[in-house]
């Protein structure tokens, strides 16, 4: 029993160094923290589109008229995650979808003109949102995170 007890002693105290000192760790409750912070501030300004449809809508502009699996690939999101999404922004009427002319058991995704204009008033708000997170790093520090990620990226 003691050797039990020992045992799940030090599995809790790996546990415990895991979770204070896993990059996995500092990098979810980072895009956490920065989610929260612009949802609020999309809230704040009245903008009655969640984060995620706004990267849909950012992804969906310069990409218009794709189908859902090139959207899901995209917005590293899934396809039923893009279903919810895109049946609140086709509500919304900031996107469209369209059956595909040459495969009619598909469709694509189109951004509508209010969807654009939609896109336009958040993007100064994002750019706060992003202004707020760099405030005291500079372009050398933007440099190594990009790098470090992509490395963490690839080695997967």
């Known amino acids: 029993m003691f050797l039990l007890y020992i045992a799940l002693l030090k599995l809790q105290l790996v546990g415990d160094y895991i979770q204070k000192n896993s ?7 980072t895009i956490r923290k920065v989610k929260k912070d612009l949802e609020n501030r999309f809230k704040t300004h009245n903008l009655g589109i969640t984060v995620d449809q706004f990267v849909i809508l950012d992804r969906l502009a310069p990409n218009d ?11 590293f999101k899934d ?21 595909d002319k040459n495969d009619r058991r598909k469709f694509n995704i189109y951004i509508t003109k209010k969807g654009k204009e939609k896109l336009e ?10 202004k707020a997170g ?8 933007y440099n ?6 992509e490395t963490i990226y690839n080695n997967y």
């Open 23 to 29: 990059y996995g760790v500092f990098i979810d409750r």
């Open 65 to 75: 008229g794709i189908n859902p699996m090139e959207l899901a690939e995209i917005t």
């Open 134 to 141: 760099w405030k005291g790093l500079d372009g050398e520090d």
């Open 121 to 130: 008033e958040a993007l100064p708000i994002v750019l706060e949102n992003r």
């Open 79 to 99: 396809s039923p995650t893009i279903t919810r999404l895109s049946n609140n922004l086709e509500k919304k009427n900031l996107i469209t979808r369209e059956l």
């Open 144 to 149: 190594h995170l990009k790098r470090i990620m």
